[in-house]
């Protein structure tokens, strides 16, 4: 499968990572510069990859597009690749209505994408879900890489659903745990319920930690996500609030962290 080559729609942390472990394979993978920053374009280059310039012109030489981007911008990144007949992988934290969205405008040959777990590299795995009728062939591309790529169904939206369901949970409650630290300050009573949380719940004062220091590293990025796992949620006739009110804790701590405010 090595001889296929793979555009990759915009190498960020996660997409210059995975882009890497294919080129690890010797996989051709292209990107574009066009309207991109420097940051991009050295984790693009320390990966391996070709820049191409135009997204126009990374569809033209690939047989498949992968699409890692925040998950506000993957509708717009679908349209940029108009025209493109190969296999589109939108691997992107959106809910399934978006997945379908997404498949609509790049064709039959979709495959929806959903990844769960850090950055891959020789010794770091993560998990691509995969679901749509190319998702196998999809899957082969990564054989033998740190990526471990696993077809879900058929179905698009499936694969989507999965990384929904994940991180409601992951995220979802990072963020009430944030929430909930700010009423205990609001309060007045923080140090009281740090206490009480060493005495009898001994892991949340590091499961906070860790909250914190992600929310500051990626906060941003999850915003559109817990609106995604809202949406998913509303679309099953459940209760959305939870992750509507996440979105906003993390809205607001990246105001506060923007702003230089301790939190």
Request: hydrophobic letters at 45%; charged letters at 25%.
């Amino acid at each position: 499968m090595a001889d296929r080559t793979v555009g990759l729609l915009h190498p960020g942390e996660m997409g210059a990572a995975v882009g890497a472990e294919l080129r690890r394979l010797g996989t051709p993978v292209l990107w574009a510069s066009e309207g991109r920053g420097d940051e991009t374009a050295r984790r693009a280059a320390d990966a391996g990859l070709e820049d191409v310039g135009s997204a126009r012109e990374l569809a033209r030489r690939s047989d498949v597009v992968l699409s890692i981007c925040p998950p506000h911008a993957a509708l717009d990144l679908a349209r940029s690749v108009g025209g493109f007949d190969g296999t589109y992988v939108d691997a992107n934290a959106v809910a399934p209505g978006t997945a379908r969205a997404v498949a609509e405008i790049a064709g039959a040959r979709s495959v929806d994408g959903g990844i769960v777990g850090p950055p891959p590299s020789p010794s770091v795995g993560t998990h691509l879900y995969l679901s749509g009728s190319e998702a196998g062939s999809v899957a082969d591309l990564f054989a033998g890489t740190a990526v471990d790529a696993r077809v879900v169904s058929d179905t698009v939206g499936d694969a989507s659903a999965v990384k929904v369901a994940y991180a409601a949970w992951t995220k979802g409650t990072a963020a009430m745990l944030l929430a909930i630290r700010s009423y205990a300050e609001s309060a007045g009573i923080e140090q009281t319920l740090s206490a009480e949380w060493r005495e009898t719940l001994p892991e949340l004062p590091e499961v906070l930690a860790r909250a914190e220091r992600s929310a500051h590293a990626k906060g941003w990025r999850w915003i559109g996500e817990m609106e995604e796992i809202a949406a998913a949620f509303a679309a099953e006739d459940l209760p959305a609030g939870f992750h509507e009110a996440a979105a906003e804790v993390y809205r607001e701590h990246a105001r506060e962290w923007q702003r230089g405010v301790p939190s």
